[in-house]
């Protein structure tokens, strides 16, 4: 398996690199966490170390997700609750708190791409909602056959939506994925941005209001998905 490491800590990695090579596994080591949106697409799986030099770990984990569905299993000396919370709820597949124990680490990689492979179908990258066509890959909307041109909030907001759609996705998911931390973001501007996203979109149904919950995107009746 092509494994892609981003490790800022020589020593760590380079320990790393040499079992994941015993077992059969290649593995590409990046230090800093922009490397990991270069290389991504060439690995099977992503260990993601959350203090890199460059940007935290859960920011780079936030910017894959919205590109990718690959595996992710965070390494970490943080073992506070918090950050495991918010490294799953970002999407990581498996959390594992620094020292790591090697045979663990192997046991986890392995459980990790078996349920990886169990999902089977190839993740949805565009999607369509009436006449409204939200590209997740090139981060495009097109209404009507027109592109319109949203800010990266309005996008990413729009993204997790319609990255589930026809599910509800609650207020405080919706937070934590688009600024990273339900409880420091400001509320209200979730709302603003929502209130511009649907004037931008001109489908103010397309947004369904879960009232005390959060939001959907699409109703089941007019979704077409399409695969990578
Ligand atoms: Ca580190």
């Given at each position: 398996?092509q494994i892609?490491?981003?490790e ?5 990695a ?5 079992v994941l ?18 290389y991504?697409?060439s690995?099977?799986?992503l260990l ?17 997700r ?5 595996s ?7 073992g506070d ?8 709820r ?8 620094k ?7 192997l046991a ?6 078996r349920?990886?492979?169990a999902?089977?179908?190839p ?7 009436g006449d409204?066509?939200v590209?997740l890959?090139?981060r495009?909307v097109r ?5 319109v ?11 997790v ?5 026809g ?8 937070l934590?994925?688009?600024?990273g ?12 941005h ?12 397309l947004?369904?209001?879960?009232r ?8 089941l ?8």
């Amino acid at each position: 398996m092509q494994i892609l490491l981003a490790e800022d800590d020589d020593g760590v990695a380079a320990a790393l690199v040499e079992v994941l090579y015993d077992h059969g596994h290649v593995t590409r080591r990046v230090r800093y966490g922009r490397d990991v949106l270069t290389y991504h697409r060439s690995s099977d799986l992503l260990l993601l170390d959350l203090g890199l030099p460059d940007t935290d770990g859960l920011d780079v984990l936030r910017a894959l997700r919205a590109v990718s569905d690959m595996s992710v299993v965070v390494l970490t000396a943080r073992g506070d609750e918090r950050s495991v919370v918010r490294g799953l709820r970002l999407g990581a597949d498996d959390y594992l708190v620094k020292p790591v124990r090697l045979a663990e680490l192997l046991a986890r990689i392995d459980a990790v791409t078996r349920r990886s492979a169990a999902k089977g179908a190839p993740a949805v990258r565009t999607v369509r909602a009436g006449d409204v066509e939200v590209d997740l890959d090139a981060r495009r909307v097109r209404v009507g056959g027109t592109e319109v041109e949203l800010t990266t909030k309005e996008f990413d907001i729009l993204a997790v939506l319609a990255g589930r759609a026809g599910t509800a996705v609650s207020r405080e998911q919706l937070l934590d994925e688009v600024w990273g931390d339900a409880y420091q973001a400001v509320s209200r501007s979730l709302d603003v941005h929502l209130t511009q996203l649907r004037a931008k979109l001109r489908r103010p149904e397309l947004l369904t209001t879960i009232r005390g919950f959060g939001y959907r995107f699409g109703d089941l009746g007019d979704l077409r998905d399409s695969g990578a």
